[in-house]
């Protein structure tokens, strides 16, 4: 049984000079073309480019199981073991953040974006939630646990790029309160 093909939302740009991103959003596809493309080409593109998120979103897919055992080891990697989520689920909902945590009961939810994203991405996105249930606030004693992780940088630059690319609001602060997160796309 094959899966279902997923709803494809194409949006032109006339900032967008040459390059098609595409990402998911929810249960579709949004793929950023440049406006003044043509139509033939535009099929051409958008027909490969969600090819290619697809099959990234299929090899990258991993369960919530495996999401759990992943929050575990990269506990006790990073954090000494300290931090032990109740529930780690992806979910589908989260538009405007990569991940979320309610470090009251524990529960720590990933974007089903990040799927077909490198691991060291992921892995971050997690961290970043798993040391809120350490830290609730993004002071510097917060920012201090993620220090050891080696792709912290790298992660965070990744993220801010698909953030630019996908025409989403960019957030340079460190204040839980803002809705689009902070510094590297997360938000806890």
């Not at 098609?20 to 440049?34: C, K, M, W």
């Not at 991993?62 to 979910?91: K, N």
Request: glycine residues 10%; charged residues 25%.
């Amino acid at each position: 049984m094959t899966a279902p093909t997923p709803e494809v939302e194409v949006r032109r740009s006339a900032r967008r000079r040459t390059t098609v991103t595409a990402y998911r959003e929810g249960d579709r596809i949004v793929v950023l073309v440049p406006a003044r493309l043509s139509k033939r080409e535009e099929q051409r593109l958008v027909a490969d480019v969600v090819r290619k998120v697809q099959a990234a979103a299929h090899r990258g897919r991993s369960t919530d199981a495996e999401l759990t055992t992943r929050a575990a080891q990269l506990s006790a990697r990073y954090l000494g073991g300290l931090a032990h989520p109740s529930s780690v689920r992806w979910v589908g909902n989260q538009h405007s953040r990569w991940g979320s945590c309610t470090p009251l009961n524990g529960t720590i939810r990933l974007s089903d974006r990040l799927q077909g994203m490198p691991e060291y991405v992921s892995d971050y996105v997690l961290l970043h939630e798993l040391a809120h249930l350490l830290q609730p606030h993004h002071g510097k004693s917060f920012w201090a646990l993620l220090e050891a992780y080696p792709q912290l940088e790298r992660a965070r630059g990744y993220l801010d790029g698909v953030t630019f690319g996908a025409g989403m609001p960019a957030d340079d602060t460190d204040d839980v309160s803002d809705a689009g997160g902070v510094p590297g796309g997360t938000s806890g």
